[in-house]
Structures are given as structure tokens and as C-alpha cells.
């Protein structure tokens, strides 16, 4: 079974302080990796998809990275308005359906 | 672009009755997702319809929920008896494809049952 796990749960981050997310996975083929950004009592965002290790995708102040067992999403000097939790999600190459993270809560204070 | 509406976007219930959830998905949208969250939990995926047809059931909990896709456009989902485990964050997403990119969420529909 496909496995995603999150650090850290929660991210406290002063605006201007840099930070990165892990997501560590375990898929029995990896189609594709996913970021989504999720505000409250909304629905999860699209931000990236990483298809192979060593791929780099970037928005903004996000960055995402990608090896054979984890990716990063690297926060550079975040502003207020990044708070939000941020899920990680995988597809594998048998499947459509995502397998996801439990997230990690980021709140940005100024 | 309207993006994928559920509704209702909150729903209060007593253990034992009926509850019906409803996502339109985005206007060519064949791909249409139903997933959820439990309340400290993972989003899980619960079932995929390609047009009106289910392609893969295998995430839904048990035979009190049941999913339809009538034409191929908006679905439902029944809870029936919801029970109290089944609270949490009801989620629908449309595709064009199975690519993940070109999944579109709802906003979900938080169901508590009581």
C-alpha cells in the first residue's frame, strides 16, 4: 500500500524566515508526486506535480524538489498570506487514485 | 471556468439517518472523485466514476454509502444509516483525465453526525 508521510505536523514561521516540508513516501511505482496548498474550509489547491528524481518545480516563493523516497517544498522568506496546510499527495503508475499526506500546518506571522 | 461545487458545504445529523451529498463537477469533466477526511486524518480516497460509470469503488467504507453518477454529470453520495464514524470532510474532484494535474477540488461538504 502506498505510504505518504508529513513532517513536521506544524510550522511556526516569523515573515522572512526560510523553511522546507518533507514528505517521505513509499509507492510501488511512482506516476507522480503532488503538492496542494489548503486553506480552511476550502478544498486542497493544485500547486505542483514532480514526475521524476531530481525534478524542480517553483511558484512564487515555493519551491518543490524531488528524490526517490521524498520531496521538499522549500518556503523562501514567507509572507502572512503562505499560512495554510500544505498536503502532499502520490499517484502511482497502476492507478489514478491519490494517496495522501497528512499535511503540514504552516502559519506565517509578521 | 465554474469550478466543482458540493453542497451543502455543512451538514448536522443524527446517527441512524439519511444524508445526501451532492458535487457538480467542472462543465467536460469525465473523471469525477469522491474522497474524505476523518477528523485527524488523511484525505482517503473513496471511489472514481469515468462518465457515469464507477471505475473503482474500492476506497468506499462499507455498504451504507452509495454513489451515483446519473448521465454522466453531477453525483451523489448517500450515507445510509450514517453512523458516527462516518463525520468528517466529504471531498469531490473532476478531471479531464487521470492526471492528477488536472484534478479540481470542492470546496467539500463537513458532515457531523450526532
Known amino acids: 500500500e502506498d505510504q505518504v508521510t508529513q513532517s513536521p505536523e506544524a510550522l511556526r514561521l516569523q515573515e522572512g524566515e526560510s523553511s522546507s516540508l518533507n514528505c517521505s513516501y513509499t509507492?510501488?511505482?511512482?506516476?507522480?508526486l503532488f503538492w496542494y496548498r489548503q486553506d480552511p474550509g476550502k478544498g486542497p489547491e493544485f500547486l505542483f506535480t514532480?514526475?521524476?528524481a531530481g525534478e524542480e518545480k517553483e511558484k512564487e516563493r515555493l519551491k518543490a524538489t524531488l528524490t526517490k523516497k521524498e520531496s521538499f517544498l522549500h518556503i523562501t522568506a514567507p509572507k502572512p498570506e503562505d499560512s495554510a496546510t500544505y498536503l502532499c499527495?502520490?499517484?502511482?503508475?497502476?492507478?489514478?487514485?491519490?494517496?495522501f499526506g497528512a499535511g503540514t500546518t504552516v502559519t506565517v506571522r509578521a | 471556468e465554474a469550478g466543482v461545487t458540493q453542497f451543502p458545504s455543512h451538514s448536522v445529523i443524527e446517527k441512524g439517518q439519511t444524508v445526501t451529498l451532492r458535487c457538480d463537477p467542472i462543465?467536460?469533466?469525465?473523471?469525477l472523485y469522491w474522497y474524505r477526511r476523518v477528523m485527524g486524518k488523511e484525505i482517503k480516497f473513496l471511489l472514481h466514476f469515468v462518465k457515469e460509470s464507477k471505475q473503482d469503488e474500492s476506497g468506499m467504507p462499507n455498504n451504507r454509502f452509495l454513489a451515483e453518477r446519473t448521465g454522466g454529470t453531477y453525483s451523489t453520495l448517500k450515507v445510509q444509516p450514517a453512523e458516527l464514524e462516518d463525520s468528517g470532510v466529504y471531498f469531490c474532484?473532476?478531471?479531464?483525465?487521470?492526471?492528477?494535474?488536472?484534478?479540481?477540488f470542492g470546496s467539500g461538504t463537513r458532515l457531523t453526525v450526532v
Open positions: 462543465s467536460g469533466h469525465d473523471n
Open positions: 474532484a473532476s478531471s479531464q483525465d487521470y492526471t492528477a494535474y488536472g484534478y479540481t
Open positions: 509507492v510501488s511505482g511512482l506516476r507522480g
Open positions: 499527495a502520490v499517484q502511482p503508475f497502476t492507478d489514478y487514485k491519490l494517496s
Open positions: 514532480l514526475y521524476s
